[in-house]
Every structure is written in structure tokens, then in C-alpha cells.
């Protein structure tokens, strides 16, 4: 008799609405190719290129070979073997950083990764002590963090937002009743430049002043920060958190699947807290080495030399090489607010307000309507235009008047379009609420 298992045999996080979250955004994107999709959060297409593949790679061998004396043995051996589990282009991340952020991180407190993803679940798995380690997180929140939450089995604290990216009253109550209650706040992750889905960025004092309140709660923070290149050229952008890290609170996640290529999967963390042991003294990238070498052994080589090339070849910025992008990101941004206020106009009826953000990938649009997976569904099927419920971003199921809109994937064309569908659905369900 054939072998049979059951979900709640499995592990829990299988079952959570959070889990189910990007399988069903991915299958709705595919079950209606011909929508316009405003639910993506990926780069634009039509600057990719398999010509800069190519040349990135053959320029980060040539850099490879001046380090090892012009010997295409070590090239090869450097590029296509198992490679160093903390990465090959650390030094060059570690450039790359202070070139772009002001951080002047120690190249040995880089671990290269697939993806963010993978430097978000390192970090949590390893945080994760016993039951009462837990993750604060401000709600809404990108789906891949409650998620990898959920795969350490680390408890999520619940924080605010803010029209600031956070309220850090809520943050100081969230980390005291935890404490009440027997817990222990590890960690409180943030994307303080245009967070994803809300688009928000927060402001320099926001972001000391939480700061100071990680030293005096003593939990770490964790800094993912993916989209804040894409701000406008004349914008005056506050720094990084971890540029103002004087304690080393800051454990920054990198990603390159925005800024480089996504298909690459290179992502990064900076773990430079120190880790106390009965061997002496170490840093925390050490011990999420370890745990990478039993979950992925090592990132591809082959990955991290397209990265490194793009790297090299734009003087260690990504800031540089993205112009075209930000650019681009800018002009559709403000494509998608004028067309918003062209089909939804002030005390127009129905009332539809929206975020402005500055920079991004993200705005967020109030409707009149609560909206759950079934209406994406119907959206798509007789709007062709998809978008992302917001309930997705809060981990209950709950619908919610709120849905994202990812401007990145298309063009100024495409918006416009998806726009004119997008207020056909609205007119619609607002008509057959007033019946």
C-alpha cells in the first residue's frame, strides 16, 4: 500500500496563510498571462541583457586572474569548484557598500547567499534559540520575512506602522509585554527605504531613535534594504541604519536581485557582532557560515562572478549602474500617481486615495471594498489587470480596503492600460455594492 502523509504530519508553517501567500501570487500571475500585472515586485525586463552576462563574468576572471598571478588553473578552480561558504565577492560587497551606503563593513563579516531570502532565514534560525526568541515586525510587512519566521518557527511581535515607517511607541509597549509574557525580542526587522508593500521610507530621527531603543531593550535589527537605490536623483535620502550603527545593532541584508540581475539569486549579509565562546571570541557571520554550509554549502561561484563584474566594472556602485533603472522607476512612479488622480480625481465619488511615495517599486491604494483573493481572481478574469490584496502583508487571511501596486515590471504604456482596467473594476464593484 502506497505511502501516505497528512499536512498536520507536517511541518506547521505549511498550513499558514503567510506560506500559501507566494504560491497563489504566482499562479494567478500564470492562470492569466494576458493580465497586466501590477502584483510583481520585479525588476523591468527590457534592460536585461545575456551579452552583459557574458562580459560580466570574463571581467570578474580577468580581476580573479591578477589576483592569482595570471594562473587559469586557480581561475577556473576559483570560478566553477565548490566555493568559500561565506562567498568569493565579499571584499568586493564590502566596496561596494562604502562606495554607495557610507558602511564600512570588514569583508570577513559578509556572507555572500542565494538570495536575501537565504541571509533572512540564516539569521533568524540562528537568533532562534528556544520557543521564547522572537521576531518584532512592523504590519504590513514583505511576505519572505514573515514567512522565514515562520520556517525558524519564531514567533512574530506584532508593531505599527506609522506614516514614519514604524510607531516606536508601539515598538517599546510590543517589546514589553513580550517580556511580561516570558518572551525574548531578538530582533526587529525593518525596511526603512520604501518598504515593501507600503513604499514608505523613514525619516533620520525615526531611524536613531530606534536605534537607541535596540541598545536599551537589547534586541538586534534587522535592516533589508532592496530598493533604496531607486530614490529620486535630487532626493536627500537619510542614511542606512546600519551607516548609523555606532554598537553594531545593525544586521544589514543585502540583496542584488533588484540592482543586479534577480536570476542570479546573489543576496548578502553584514553580521559583524561579536559572538563570545568557550574558544574565544568570534563574529556572528562566522556562525551563520556554519549554518549555511549544512542548508546551501556555498552560493554559486558562477552567480557571485556576474555580480562581481557588474560590480567592477561600475567602480564598486550599484547607484552607478543603475541610473538607467532609477530612472526609469521614477518616470513610471509618476506615470502611476497622475493616471491614479486622472481616473480617481478629489471628492470624486467612488473615493479612492493612495500613498505618494518617493522612490521604490510600491504604492499602496485605499478602495471602498474589502479585498480578498476571490476578488483578485475576478479582477483578472474579467479586468485582465492583477494587483496584491494587502492581506498577504499581514499574515491573517483578514480582507482588508487595501491593495498594492508594483509599478517596476511595466512599462509607461502598460500602466496606462492597466489603470483605465483597474478603474473599471472599481466602478463596477462600487456600483454593485450601491445595488
Not at 519572505?144 to 506609522?162: F, I, N, Q, R, Y
Amino acid at each position: 500500500m502506497a505511502s501516505e502523509l497528512h499536512l498536520l504530519d507536517l511541518h506547521g508553517s505549511l498550513g499558514s496563510p503567510v506560506i500559501e501567500s507566494m504560491n497563489f501570487l504566482n499562479e494567478v500571475s500564470h492562470r492569466f498571462p494576458d493580465a497586466i500585472s501590477f502584483a510583481a515586485g520585479r525588476p523591468y525586463e527590457g534592460f536585461f541583457d545575456l551579452d552583459d552576462v557574458h562580459r560580466y563574468i570574463r571581467t570578474y576572471c580577468d580581476h580573479a586572474a591578477a589576483r592569482f598571478g595570471d594562473d587559469p588553473a586557480l581561475v577556473r578552480r576559483h570560478v566553477l569548484q565548490y566555493g568559500r561558504t561565506k562567498g568569493i565577492i565579499h571584499e568586493l560587497i564590502a566596496e561596494n557598500l562604502s562606495v554607495d551606503e557610507g558602511i564600512e563593513a570588514d569583508p570577513e563579516s559578509v556572507v555572500v547567499t542565494a538570495g536575501c531570502q537565504e541571509a533572512l532565514f540564516l539569521t533568524l534560525r540562528a537568533l532562534r534559540r528556544t520557543p521564547r526568541d522572537a521576531l518584532l515586525i512592523v504590519l504590513p510587512a514583505y511576505v519572505g520575512a514573515t514567512g522565514a519566521a515562520e520556517l525558524a518557527d519564531m514567533p512574530l511581535l506584532p508593531v505599527k506602522s506609522s506614516a514614519d515607517g514604524i510607531d516606536l511607541t508601539d515598538l517599546a509597549e510590543a517589546v514589553g509585554r513580550a517580556k511580561a509574557a516570558g518572551m525574548r525580542p531578538r530582533a526587529c526587522y525593518i525596511v526603512a527605504d520604501f518598504a515593501n508593500p507600503s513604499g514608505i521610507s523613514m525619516s533620520r530621527a525615526t531611524r536613531e531613535r530606534l536605534l537607541e531603543l535596540a541598545v536599551e531593550h537589547d534586541f538586534l535589527v534587522l535592516e533589508d534594504n532592496p530598493y533604496g537605490v531607486f530614490s529620486a536623483e535630487d532626493a536627500a535620502q537619510p542614511p542606512t541604519l546600519k551607516a548609523l550603527d555606532p554598537d553594531r545593532r545593525v544586521v544589514y541584508l543585502g540583496s542584488f536581485a533588484k540592482t543586479g540581475i534577480p536570476g542570479a539569486r546573489v543576496g548578502f549579509v553584514v553580521a559583524d557582532q561579536r559572538v563570545e565562546s568557550a574558544t574565544g571570541p568570534g563574529l556572528f557571520a562566522d556562525e551563520l557560515a556554519k549554518i549555511k554550509s549544512m542548508l546551501t554549502v556555498n552560493t554559486s561561484p558562477i552567480a557571485q562572478a556576474v555580480i562581481g563584474g557588474k560590480l567592477l566594472e561600475n567602480g564598486g556602485s550599484l547607484r552607478s549602474a543603475n541610473t538607467r533603472e532609477r530612472r526609469f522607476y521614477q518616470q513610471n512612479l509618476r506615470h502611476l500617481l497622475h493616471g491614479l488622480a486622472k481616473h480617481f480625481p478629489p471628492g470624486s465619488t467612488p473615493e479612492v486615495t493612495w500613498n505618494t511615495p518617493t522612490g521604490g517599486f510600491f504604492v499602496v491604494l485605499d478602495v471602498p471594498f474589502p479585498v480578498d483573493d476571490a476578488l483578485l481572481e475576478h479582477c483578472a478574469r474579467h479586468h485582465r489587470v492583477l494587483w496584491t490584496p494587502m492581506h498577504h502583508f499581514f499574515g491573517d487571511g483578514q480582507p482588508r480596503h487595501q491593495i498594492r501596486l508594483s509599478f517596476s515590471y511595466l512599462t509607461p504604456d502598460e500602466i496606462t492600460v492597466g489603470l483605465e482596467r483597474l478603474a473599471g473594476f472599481v466602478f463596477e464593484l462600487c456600483a454593485t455594492a450601491r445595488g
